[in-house]
């Protein structure tokens, strides 16, 4: 119903940046909110942040005032800008969308297949 499709992870040093992106396709009509997730080695998957198409912010503590999750309404993409990055940000992050069909259904939920960031000096 709702394809998402990341880019821009890779390789980057420790105290850089990296600026993800994340184009949606399919019934976007259907996505309240957009924002990202990441999974480390041998990790459950965390919350990184998200945003509403409102433009209302939510981002794990750990991650806050360092990522930063942006939407762009028009052409249904949603960005992860990474500054200041640490080893432990080593992970797969992953697109996601919350897809509400009707006000008073249950959300339900959108992925992307990851993408791969390192960070490593």
């Known amino acids: 119903q709702v394809q998402l499709v990341e880019s821009g992870g890779g390789l980057v040093q420790p105290g850089g940046s990296l600026r993800l992106s994340c184009v949606a396709s399919?019934?976007?009509?259907?996505?309240?909110?957009m924002g990202w997730f990441r999974q480390g080695p041998a990790k459950e998957r965390e919350l990184v942040g998200s945003?509403?198409?409102?433009?209302?912010?939510n981002y794990a503590d750990s991650m806050q005032g360092r990522f930063t999750v942006s939407i762009d309404n028009a052409k249904n993409m949603v960005y992860l800008q990474m500054n200041n990055v640490k080893p432990e940000d080593t992970a797969v992050y992953y697109c996601?969308?919350?897809?509400?069909?009707?006000?008073?259904?249950?959300?339900?939920?959108?992925w992307g297949q990851g993408t791969q960031v390192t960070v490593s000096a």
């Open positions: 945003i509403t198409r409102s433009g209302t912010t």
């Open positions: 996601h969308a919350e897809l509400r069909f009707a006000i008073e259904s249950p959300p339900s939920d959108s």
């Open positions: 399919g019934r976007t009509r259907a996505i309240h909110a």
